[in-house]
């Protein structure tokens, strides 16, 4: 009898002695190889339906030196084992085994980004979407129509409809959630600034005010000016006036246009032409980020009617033509 107990008792130390050993190992910086270094940022990708040996073996295989048989027992005594999410993942510095499950059954998975610019098309968006090498490319072979009844979009042309900005997502994830995300961050800027909107500009949809947004993009990259320029295109649609701004036109040139503008383009009829055609063209010409957003539908209150590059990325604005002709004397012709 006694013997049992001596070695009922002895078991029962080992066993805490072991539970105490696997906790001690569980917080410790899983190490490089060279001693006291902890390992650096490595990715690893779990597949789906992996069993929990099969977890831990694929961990080792990605070349992160962690014991498989003591992370796969700390998951099961921890309740764990049927909780780890598949994905890809990233094992950052300093990172231990308990960490390195938590991070694994909390599904937090390694994130990647996609920066779309300000004044792009969106073919040129969709063009870095196509080359991200973090993204699942489930569009690639879309057309542009097929895209939008993806994602639900009624529009029929996508074309300043995604806005943009830096957008994080999980490694292979699909595409699509660029496009939905993009989207979705667009409608909410517009709708914004079209709930506060001036009640006396010239707009009959958010989508005419979307379009106005684009071509002030495309105007200037200064901010300080975005708000006068919207003014300028707001009073000439006011006033029955062409909006004559040159993006438009060589947005309707497309894969014509080689840098430069002529005289010819600007008296070619395109359904851009706001040389040739008055009022807003059919479409945006770019995506417009929110300051843009914001000037179409909060401009400025001037009674300026023409603008002019000075050449420093601002403009010099004017209300009338013999001003305007002046500015453009100064500045283009390098008169005084």
């Given at each position: 009898?006694?013997?049992?107990?001596?070695?009922?008792?002895?078991?029962?130390l080992?066993?805490?002695?072991?539970?105490?050993?696997?906790?001690?190992?569980?917080?410790?910086?899983?190490?490089?190889?060279?001693?006291?270094?902890?390992?650096?940022?490595?990715?690893?990708?779990?597949?789906?339906?992996?069993?929990?040996?099969?977890?831990?073996?694929?961990?080792?295989?990605?070349?992160?030196?962690?014991?498989?048989?003591?992370?796969?027992?700390?998951?099961?005594?921890?309740?764990?084992?049927?909780?780890?999410?598949?994905?890809?993942?990233?094992?950052k510095?300093g990172?231990?085994?308990?960490?390195?499950?938590?991070?694994?059954?909390?599904?937090?998975?390694?994130?990647?980004?996609?920066?779309?610019?300000?004044?792009?098309?969106?073919?040129?968006?969709?063009?870095?979407?196509?080359?991200?090498?973090?993204?699942k490319?489930?569009?690639?072979?879309?057309?542009?129509?097929?895209?939008?009844?993806?994602?639900?979009?009624?529009?029929?042309?996508?074309?300043?409809?995604?806005?943009?900005?830096?957008?994080?997502?999980?490694?292979?994830?699909?595409?699509?959630?660029?496009?939905?995300?993009?989207?979705?961050?667009?409608?909410?800027?517009?709708?914004?600034?079209?709930?506060?909107?001036?009640?006396?500009?010239?707009?009959?949809?958010?989508?005419?005010?979307?379009?106005?947004a684009?071509?002030?993009?495309?105007?200037?990259?200064?901010?300080?000016?975005?708000?006068t320029?919207?003014?300028?295109f707001?009073?000439?649609?006011?006033?029955?006036?062409?909006?004559?701004t040159?993006?438009?036109?060589?947005?309707?040139?497309?894969?014509?246009?080689?840098?430069?503008?002529?005289?010819?383009?600007?008296?070619?009829?395109?359904?851009?032409?706001?040389?040739?055609?008055?009022?807003?063209?059919?479409?945006?010409?770019?995506?417009?980020?929110?300051?843009?957003?914001?000037?179409?539908?909060?401009?400025?209150?001037?009674?300026?009617?023409?603008?002019?590059?000075?050449?420093?990325?601002?403009?010099?604005?004017?209300?009338?033509?013999?001003?305007?002709?002046?500015?453009?004397?100064?500045?283009?012709?390098?008169?005084?």
């Open positions: 009898m006694y013997f049992l107990k001596k070695l009922l008792l002895s078991c029962i080992l066993m805490l002695l072991a539970g105490a050993g696997l906790l001690f190992w569980a917080t410790q910086p899983i190490q490089s190889g060279v001693p006291g270094v902890s390992y650096q940022n490595v990715p690893f990708t779990i597949k789906p339906g992996s069993h929990l040996r099969s977890t831990a073996d694929q961990i080792v295989a990605a070349g992160i030196p962690v014991n498989a048989e003591l992370l796969t027992l700390l998951a099961r005594i921890t309740g764990q084992a049927g909780k780890i999410k598949a994905g890809s993942y990233e094992l510095s990172a231990t085994p308990k960490t390195l499950l938590r991070q694994m059954v909390l599904g937090q998975f390694a994130q990647e980004s996609l920066i779309i610019i300000e004044g792009w098309t969106f073919k040129q968006m969709r063009t870095a979407i196509a080359a991200n090498p973090g993204l490319h489930d569009t690639i072979d879309l057309t542009d129509a097929q895209l939008l009844a993806k994602i639900s979009i009624k529009e029929k042309y996508p074309e300043g409809l995604f806005f943009p900005d830096t957008y994080l997502f999980a490694k292979g994830a699909s595409d699509l959630q660029i496009y939905r995300q993009a989207n979705t961050t667009l409608m909410a800027h517009l709708n914004e600034a079209w709930s506060k909107r001036d009640a006396s500009l010239p707009y009959k949809t958010p989508y005419e005010a979307l379009i106005m684009s071509i002030v993009e495309k105007e200037t990259g200064k901010k300080a000016d975005r708000n320029i919207a003014s300028v707001i009073n000439r649609l006011k006033a029955g006036m062409m909006l004559q040159d993006p438009t036109v060589i947005y309707g040139m497309g894969a014509l246009y080689n840098g430069n503008i002529s005289k010819r383009d600007l008296q070619t009829d395109t359904a851009y032409n706001t040389y040739t055609r008055i009022g807003l063209p059919p479409t945006p010409i770019a995506l417009p980020g929110a300051e843009s957003l914001r000037a179409a539908l909060a401009p400025a209150n001037t009674d300026s009617l023409y603008f002019v590059a000075r050449g420093d990325g601002s403009s010099q604005f004017s209300s009338n033509l013999d001003d305007h002709n002046r500015a453009v004397n100064k500045y283009i012709r390098g008169g005084n």
